[in-house]
């Protein structure tokens, strides 16, 4: 019987994992701007006993759950290592080392090592940044609409690329690399952009500030891998397109998890049943 499940309260989203009577690993999400959700969702499912809860919404969650059931917290950076671990050992893959980056609202990074993990780095360049300047220069401002229709872009007329740079010579460094994310707006002074093309476009800037830092790190600690991870993944072909080329073009290998935005929920999950 349903008795434990973990809930990562994140910035923009609350993710539940738990077992159900099959074994199975069962995933949920709910708006971090309405808790309430999860209150009724523990309401209709009286069984639980007891929650694992980690994230940077943990005591918005706590006031709501008031003191329903026990509760075990976890660090945030834990319970996603943990995740990360189970998630890589479920879904068939064997690594000992690699970076881990988490593209939630915003981005963290870690770097794991033998079951143990230090946080390298960040960048408040994230999800958050994807829908937020979405938002601002398109009016969209629902992921699953942003995601779509930037599907459907092309990045070519707003961003600069290295050969655009230089035009009739051969080029310092891969001629289709991004020299300026968006750089050819200020050059060719055109203010008309089909919003799709925008969306694109900020999709590419996300990915690459992301993938060019994940990839620093990977350097600096001699690691074949970089595990992308958060939910700014979800139903995101073209964000995962742009990570892994790059990430490949840099000779690192790219993981993308299948359950992506659930490692934190599943780490405190798995802290409760040690
Ligand atoms: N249904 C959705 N609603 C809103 N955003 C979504 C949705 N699905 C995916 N996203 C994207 O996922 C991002 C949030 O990712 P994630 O859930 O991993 O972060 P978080 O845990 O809430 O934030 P943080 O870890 O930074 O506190 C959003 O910024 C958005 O880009
Ligand atoms: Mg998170």
């Known amino acids: 019987m349903l ?18 009577e099959h074994g199975q690993l069962m995933l949920e ?7 309430q959700l999860v209150k009724e969702w523990l309401k209709q499912h009286p069984n639980v006993e007891e929650i694992g809860l980690t994230g940077g919404r943990t005591e918005q969650l706590r006031e709501q759950l008031e003191t329903m059931k026990s509760i075990e917290y976890i660090v945030e950076f834990e319970a996603t290592l943990k995740g990360v671990q189970y998630l ?16 939630g609202t915003g981005t963290s990074i870690h770097y794991m090592e033998n079951g143990q993990h230090v946080r390298v780095g960040g960048t408040g360049v994230g999800g958050g940044t994807l829908v937020g300047l979405a938002t601002l220069l398109t009016g969209h401002s629902d992921f699953k609409e942003i995601t779509k229709l930037a599907s459907t872009g092309v990045r070519e007329n ?23 994310n968006f750089g050819k707006v200020g050059i060719t002074a055109t203010t008309e952009h089909p919003q799709a093309d925008v969306l694109a476009t900020v999709q590419g800037l996300v990915g690459e500030v992301i993938t060019t830092l994940s990839i620093q790190f990977a350097e600096q600690k001699e690691t074949a891998y970089i595990v992308y ?46």
């Open 3 to 20: 008795k434990s499940i973990g809930i990562d309260a994140g910035g923009t989203l609350t993710k539940m994992a738990y077992f159900n």
């Open 29 to 35: 999400s709910f708006p971090s701007n309405d808790l």
């Open 229 to 274: 991870i958060g939910s700014t993944l979800t139903d995101n072909e073209d964000l995962q397109k742009v990570i892994a080329n790059y990430t490949i073009l840099k000779k690192h290998n790219p993981i993308f998890l299948q359950d992506r935005g659930y490692a934190g929920a599943v780490g405190a999950l798995l802290n409760m049943n040690k």
């Open 158 to 180: 707003i961003d600069l690329l290295v050969r655009d740079i230089y035009q009739g010579m051969d080029t310092p460094i891969a001629g289709d690399l991004t020299a300026s």
């Open 88 to 103: 890589l050992v479920k879904e068939g893959h064997q690594i000992d080392n690699a970076i881990i980056t988490n593209i």
